[in-house]
Every structure is written in structure tokens, then in C-alpha cells.
């Protein structure tokens, strides 16, 4: 199996596991984006250097540690061993490791803190009295986000003995396209509108099938493979799973705004709903915006869904549950899916990959100026008194510069600019720089402060 990306974050590991030195690594992110065979693949690629990596179980201390001996015993080539505890066991590698060069990956880390008492503690003291001996590289691994943070904090007792943290995030779709390069760049947007930046998911997809075909394949036909992927995550973290429900379908209804959802949501209280949401951001499913323009002003706070597959999820599959009960896969496709994923959902999704483009190209100094801010831009229409938001806006030393998606079959005709441009300066915000993404091309000419970028630029 190929392994795509993670360029940056394989050779920050690498560095870590080729350091002679003892150290530790702490690398956590939401489930199913690609932790476990980032440090499988690093391993192999350290050359020389003895690996040890053990999944924890949601099980006792006795049988991890079981286990454990069990993986340590098939490292070393020895019979099996027997330790007492999981400090036994542990100790036992970094003793080994006062001779050679050994990396030791815990991975789901958080289900054995919750087993064994005083876990952390134990690995402090540990590093601690091996520290400037032992030539031993830990990394910790787990997808509880809030649990991992825990280990950075002051009062905790690994607090300063982490010497690389990375908290991996879902690629980005330029990235997410290595899955699937034989596509057109239609069909990457597509892909990317649901499957967006996770592995796992990428992986399923059949090179072969429609992307039509994949969607019933994978989502809605009857026990498909992802069809209860984003509830059962949401019960991973989420007791009162109602409220994450309720939430959901008001955000997927497109009320964005905190009192909105509050008022379309049902969930029970102004608390509840804000531990929910804050638990679906650190889950990566929901996103907090706040305008690059007045950043502080939490009336303009939006909160929108983050993360593809819950977004197709609720919008189609529990919206409709009924229907899809009783429909044959490719009929509710049809019925209900096809022209609202057309004109809606992948439109809304372009947005979002021109602007992961804007900050690929920024941070590859291809921006002149560069900018500092990307974001939405909340306006005040005085003349239809109004207000809104433009999604697509940078902020860079000479002002600010906007942007326009458009997902459509039709080319962008220079009328549209024209017009485009005249709203914006009707709201009052100035700019330097005009942008334009489009699907099908433009009937229009760009000059000194219009660029116009076609589909195909964003994959190049």
C-alpha cells in the first residue's frame, strides 16, 4: 500500500527516531485521519533502528499488559515474557535501551491511562531517571484530543518532557487528490466534498466506480461501509448523542449563527449547546468562524460543519432515514441526493477548496504581497439594508483582496465580474485584488487587479 503526503510530519518523526538521544513525541488527532500508519510508515523508514509499536486495548491493565509482553518478546526475538505491570514492562525497554537505539509507539494511549492508575506518573518518572542514558524514542498516540492536550498541561506530570507535539489534521484537498489522480478535476471536488481530507475513507474508494457509484457504495446502500461511521464516532465522545443530532440538522438547514441553531436545535439550554459545539469542534467536525473584519464581535460568530461526511450524512442519510428505508439505494440517490449534491452541496465545497488553494500557494510564496488573514468579511449593505457575509476574503500589508467560486457548467462572463465587484463596493469594502475560481472557464479577461483562475490551476 502506497503511502500519500505527510511529508512535513514524517520527517519531524523521523528526526525524532533517528536522534540518538532519548525523547518523546506526543501525536494526536481525530479518528481515522492517518495516525497509526504515519508512525508505521516512519518506522520503516528508520533504518537500524529496533521498533516497537503496541495498540492499547479497551480492556484491563492485566491483559494490556499481557499484551504488551507479547509485543516486546516478538521485538527482541526472545520466548515470552511474563512482566508483572505495565511499569515492569516498560522498564524492560528502556533498560534495552541503554545500549541500542529502541522507538517504542503507544498507540490509543488514553485507554490505558484509563486502566492503569497513575499511568502518566509512571512515565514521568520513567523519562526522568533515564533521562542522559537511555537512548529510547517514545511517541504517544491517541485520538481522545482533549485527553492528549492533557498531557501538555502545567499540572500534569509529563508537563515538559514532550519534545514534539503534532496534532495531525486532515489533509488538504490538493493532497486528498493523490487518492484518486486518475479523476478529473471535477470529480476531485467532488471526492473532496464528502471523503475531504481523511485516509481511511480515501482509501475506499473505488477507482473504477462513478462517483455516484461510490456514494451508494459506501454510504447508502443498506450495512454500507461508512454508513454508521459518523454516529458511532459521535458516540465515542458524545453521551447524550441527541443533542450532537439536533445540532447537526440545524446546521445542515444552514442556521449558523449561535442563537439560530439555540432556536432550531431543541437542545435543552444555551450550556448545553455550547459543550456541544465545543465538543464537535474538537472532534474537527464543526468549524467556529469569526469575520477577519471584527473578529470579536461574537454576534457574528458562524459555525459551520467542517467535516464532508457528517455533512452528506446528515443532510441526506438521517434527514431521510424514512425514505431510504424503503428505496432502492440508486432510486434515493436520484430522488433525493443528486441535484441538491449538484447545486448545493459540491458548490459549497469549492468554496473551501479554492480557499485551502489561496493558502497553499501563500505559504509556497507564490502571494504577492502575502497575506495574513483568510476568512469571511461581514458587511452592511446600505442600500438593501442588509447584512451578510463574503465566504472567500484575505487581508495582506495593502488591503484586502476578494474572492468569488463558482461551481457552474456555464464559463464566467466578464458582465458577472463587473457585477460581482459592483456589490462589493456597495457594502464599502475596498479592495486591491479581484479573484475569480471557475468550474467551466471564463469569457473574460483578467488584468492588473483581476485574477481569474481556472479548475485545472488549483491540481498543477
Known sequence: ??????????????????????????????????????????????????????????????????????????????????????????????DRALSEKIALAIDEYPYLRDVVKGMDSILQVLLDEYRDRSHLSLILCGSYVEVMKSLLERD????????????????????????????????????????????????????????????????????????????????????????????????????????????????SSGATLVNVLNRLIGMQLVQRRSPINDPNNKKRTSYVISDGLSKFYYRYVF????????????????????????????????????????????RLGNSEPPFDLIGTYSYDDPVTRTNGEFDVVTKDPLGYSFYEAKFRTTPITQRMIEDEIEQVQRTGLTCHRYGFFSRSGFEAQADERTALIGLEELYR
Not at 459506501?218 to 465515542?236: H, T, W
Open 1 to 94: 500500500m502506497t503511502f500519500i503526503g505527510r511529508t512535513k510530519e514524517q520527517e519531524k518523526l523521523l528526526a525524532q527516531l533517528s536522534s540518538p538521544t532519548q525523547n518523546a513525541a506526543l501525536l494526536y488527532g481525530r479518528r481515522r485521519v492517518g495516525k497509526s500508519e504515519l508512525i508505521l510508515h516512519t518506522m520503516r523508514q528508520a533504518s537500524g533502528i529496533r521498533s516497537i509499536y503496541y495498540e492499547c486495548r479497551q480492556t484491563t491493565a492485566e491483559n494490556n499488559t499481557r499484551n504488551l509482553s507479547e509485543v516486546i518478546a516478538e521485538a527482541f526475538d526472545m520466548p515470552p515474557l511474563a512482566f508483572s505491570d505495565i511499569e515492569a514492562a516498560l522498564r524492560f525497554v528502556f
Open 156 to 267: 500534569n506530570p509529563l508537563y515538559g518532557r514532550i519534545d514534539l507535539k503534532i496534532n495531525l489534521q486532515p489533509m488538504d484537498y490538493y493532497e486528498s487528490a493523490q487518492f484518486y489522480p486518475e479523476r478529473s478535476c471535477e470529480d476531485k471536488v467532488r471526492l473532496f466534498s464528502v471523503f475531504g481530507g481523511i485516509p481511511y475513507y480515501n482509501r475506499l474508494i473505488d477507482k473504477n466506480a462513478s462517483v455516484r457509484e461510490n456514494l451508494i457504495h459506501l454510504i447508502l446502500e443498506p450495512d454500507a461501509r461508512l454508513e454508521d461511521e459518523v454516529p458511532s464516532y459521535l458516540l465515542s465522545e458524545i453521551s447524550k448523542i441527541g443533542n450532537a443530532h439536533e445540532t447537526f440538522s440545524a446546521l445542515v438547514d444552514g442556521h449558523a449563527r449561535y442563537r439560530d441553531i439555540l432556536a432550531q436545535s431543541h437542545v
Open 319 to 362: 434527514r431521510y432515514l424514512s425514505q431510504r428505508s424503503v428505496l432502492d439505494p440508486e432510486v434515493f440517490y436520484d430522488r433525493y441526493v443528486n441535484d441538491d449534491f449538484e447545486t448545493q452541496f459540491v458548490p459549497r465545497a469549492f468554496e473551501e477548496v479554492c480557499r485551502q488553494y489561496l493558502v497553499r500557494q501563500n
